[in-house]
């Protein structure tokens, strides 16, 4: 079955970087994107962006332009989502999900979460 | 407009019928996805492309959109489908995505 296993949760401080991994398994990895998606505590969803691993693709919300890294390594089916200059607004659970389409206008399944603290 | 927007919250009595609007004038030339978040765990997947849910998703939840408004219908309430729900939509070209600010669905 599909599965998408995300790395473990990372405390960071203000102005540093992480990088979240996200390994997939179950389906042919390069006919899927990658979408990624966070949500801080007590707000919703939002979109940060996503890759198409069949050709690099990426696409960003403007929020993240300049600040967020997709890449995808298609030796180990595993797309890393990489967010610079953090702030504590950047504290949240990060979601990978597998996108439908091309490009990717919805997801079918979830990774389970990586949550990001930023504090100094 | 570049929003899509959703009542905060809905309660249902269990067995009852729970309706969940989302708006948004892009709309009529978007899909919509519509998915299930409950506290601490993944959100999952529940409408996708308006109304076909996929396999493993109880017939109790189906979608619809007609215009500017996309509904997710819960038939049926039952205990375990509280949570918050979310619509989101896409521009064909995969940019931007929009979610739904979410809908908390109490089970009285």
């Known amino acids: 079955q599909v599965r998408l296993v995300q790395s473990g949760d990372e405390v960071k401080k203000p102005g540093a970087s992480v990088k979240v991994s996200c390994e997939a398994s179950?389906?042919?990895?390069?006919?899927?994107?990658i979408v990624w998606v966070r949500q801080a505590p007590g707000q919703g969803l939002q979109w940060i962006g996503w890759?198409?691993?069949?050709?690099?693709?990426?696409r960003y919300a403007e929020d993240f332009q300049g600040r967020a890294t997709m890449t995808a390594d298609t030796s180990t089916n595993t797309v890393h989502m990489e967010l610079t200059s953090l702030t504590s607004e950047d504290t949240a659970t990060y979601y990978c999900?597998?996108?439908?389409?091309?490009?990717?206008?919805?997801?079918?399944?979830w990774g389970q979460g990586t949550l990001v603290t930023v504090s100094s | 407009s570049s929003e899509l927007t959703q009542p905060p919250s809905v309660s249902v009595s269990p067995g009852q019928t729970a309706r969940i609007p989302c708006s948004g004038d892009?709309?009529?030339?978007?899909?919509v996805y519509w998915y299930q978040h409950k506290p601490g765990r993944a959100p999952v997947s529940l409408i996708y492309?308006?109304?076909e849910r996929p396999s493993g998703i109880p017939d109790r939840f189906s979608g619809s959109s007609a215009g500017t408004t996309a509904t997710l219908t819960i038939t049926g309430v039952q205990a375990e489908d509280e949570a918050v729900y979310y619509c989101?939509?896409?521009?064909?070209?995969?940019?931007?995505?929009?979610f739904g600010g979410g809908t908390k669905v109490t089970v009285l």
């Open positions: 892009g709309l009529p030339k978007q899909y």
């Open positions: 179950g389906y042919s990895f390069i006919m899927n994107g």
């Open positions: 989101q939509a896409a521009y064909s070209n995969g940019s931007p995505w929009l």
């Open positions: 492309k308006d109304s």
């Open positions: 999900s597998r996108g439908g389409g091309d490009p990717p206008l919805g997801v079918d399944h």
């Open positions: 890759i198409g691993p069949y050709n690099g693709r990426t």
